[in-house]
């Protein structure tokens, strides 16, 4: 693999499509559309120019778009073009198979990308946020997703190596220059400094969290007894017929799946079998698979048919069941309340539905958002959502940091110190792809006038 490879590759999905779009990366791009197009001058650069592309035996191919970036312009730093084709595979196959024949080699997954990160056009952070972006399945995904691709985390990480650099400066200092007078510089100075960039970072750390959720969806467990109404509340969420409603108890014995659009992250709701004493050998295998779904969901709704006396749940379930991870619907609110629902699960959110149309769907799909987020299983609008390696590296640096606060208390280390400090730099350069000592040493003479 080599930057003067020039490579190619398809960028849209296989399969038959009104276009396709087919990159080509590296210095033969210029002289390649030029020569496909059996063109004199070389195309004017960021502009489109339509075309019939021939391959080498002058036969036609397809009536393609081209767009040449060249200069460093381009998104990967080296010359760069992109064909707009038909999405006929066929056409697709023979563009890719002319442009090898013309000394392309296929693209490496991800290849563009890595060439951008390698030219400087774009740091680590950036690089994956293009693949999140692609992949993001909710709307708050996609705008955290945009964020980082616009380089928020990389601007973050500037700050806090800048910081990091001007407390590392003071102890370098003091390591230099013991004797000298370096008047408020002393080695404990930094000491708040450190303390709030550790704080700062172990706060971005914390947000991971969401990380797995993001991208995996959310699972979100539809319980309670038979004919409370799991099957409607699934079916007036997911706004489809998905699940069988019926007025006879144990209709729903498997359980189904159904995606819920609108939320701030991917759920997917699970309708399952109602829970109740008795019931048939089937409707109980049922049961056994409702309790086993709830058990690995990471939200849980419990529908409560309120006009009648509330449910006696079982102890099964009773153990599954928590404030923080536990939605109570409290259902056909067309009907009047039971009296005995005052003292039900006191300390549950309680939400009041009728699920017999869609006229609740959207208050339970805001409230049911607001508690996600508050629960803190989903990210909030403002998050950003930090991936487990950036996760990984921010609190190593923090740690780093809490370790350099250690030596700066009595007994005074300041050499540990530096160290650890200088290592949590390392740990920051990690997040997006480098570290540049460089710009340590500027900003170490910089601050100080150290031949004075
Ligand atoms: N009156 C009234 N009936 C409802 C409401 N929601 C559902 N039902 C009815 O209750 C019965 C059981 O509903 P279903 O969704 O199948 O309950 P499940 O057994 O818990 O899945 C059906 O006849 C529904 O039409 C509601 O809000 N009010
Ligand atoms: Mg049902």
Redesign the pocket.
């Given at each position: 693999m080599s930057d003067l490879d020039t490579i190619v590759a398809t960028s849209t999905p296989s399969g038959k499509s009104a276009l396709a779009v087919v990159r080509v990366d590296g210095p033969l791009a210029p002289s390649i559309i030029q020569s496909a197009f059996g063109r004199k001058n070389s195309l004017i650069i960021k502009q489109a120019t339509t075309g019939i592309w021939r391959d080498l035996k002058n036969e036609p191919v397809d009536q393609v778009v081209a767009l040449l970036w060249a200069n460093g312009k381009s998104f990967t730093g080296s010359d760069s073009l992109e064909i707009t084709c038909h999405g006929n595979p066929l056409i697709i196959r023979r563009l890719i198979e002319d442009c090898m024949a013309r000394g392309c080699r296929m693209a490496e997954p991800g290849e563009f990308t890595r060439r951008a990160f390698l030219a400087g056009k774009i740091d680590l952070t950036q690089a994956e946020a293009v693949a999140d972006l692609i992949h993001a399945s909710s709307e708050r995904a996609l705008s955290s997703a945009r964020r980082m691709l616009a380089g928020e985390m990389g601007k973050l990480v500037a700050g806090w190596t800048d910081r990091l650099l001007q407390a590392l400066a003071i102890l370098e200092a003091h390591i230099d220059f013991p004797e000298e007078d370096i008047g408020a510089e002393n080695p404990q100075g930094p000491l708040i400094l450190l303390g709030n960039i550790a704080s700062e970072l172990y706060g971005y750390a914390a947000s991971s969290k969401h990380d797995s959720v993001i991208r995996n969806g959310l699972k979100l467990v539809v319980v309670?007894?038979?004919?409370?109404?799991?099957?409607?509340?699934v079916?007036v969420l997911s706004g489809t017929q998905r699940?069988?409603?019926?007025?006879e108890?144990g209709?729903?014995r498997d359980f189904l799946e159904a995606p819920i659009a609108g939320l701030p992250l991917a759920v997917t709701a699970i309708?399952t079998a109602?829970l109740r004493d008795g019931g048939s050998v089937l409707e109980k295998a049922g049961m056994v698979r409702s309790l086993e779904q709830a058990e690995s969901a990471h939200f849980i709704i419990l529908?409560v048919?309120a006009?009648l006396p509330p449910p006696a749940l079982p102890d099964s379930l009773l153990v599954l069941l928590n404030p923080e991870k536990t939605l109570v619907v409290k259902?056909?609110?067309?009907?009047p309340e039971h009296p005995d629902f005052k003292n039900f699960l006191p300390h549950y959110i309680k939400i009041k539905?009728?699920?017999?149309d869609g006229r609740d769907a959207e208050n339970l799909r805001s409230r049911l958002g607001d508690i996600l987020v508050s629960r803190q299983l989903a990210p909030g609008a403002e998050d950003l959502i930090v991936s487990v390696r950036h996760a990984e590296a921010l609190k190593h640096a923090a740690e780093a940091l809490t370790e350099a606060i250690r030596h700066l208390s009595a007994p005074v280390h300041t050499e540990l110190a530096a160290t650890r400090c200088r290592e949590a730099l390392d740990s920051l350069g990690e997040v997006v792809g480098r570290i540049d000592n460089e710009r340590m040493l500027d900003k170490l003479f910089a601050s100080f006038c150290i031949g004075k």
């Open positions: 309670g007894s038979p004919n409370a109404g799991k099957s409607s509340l079916n699940a069988l409603v019926s007025d108890p209709t729903t309708d109602g529908v048919d006009s259902n056909k609110s067309d009907l539905t009728c699920l017999l």
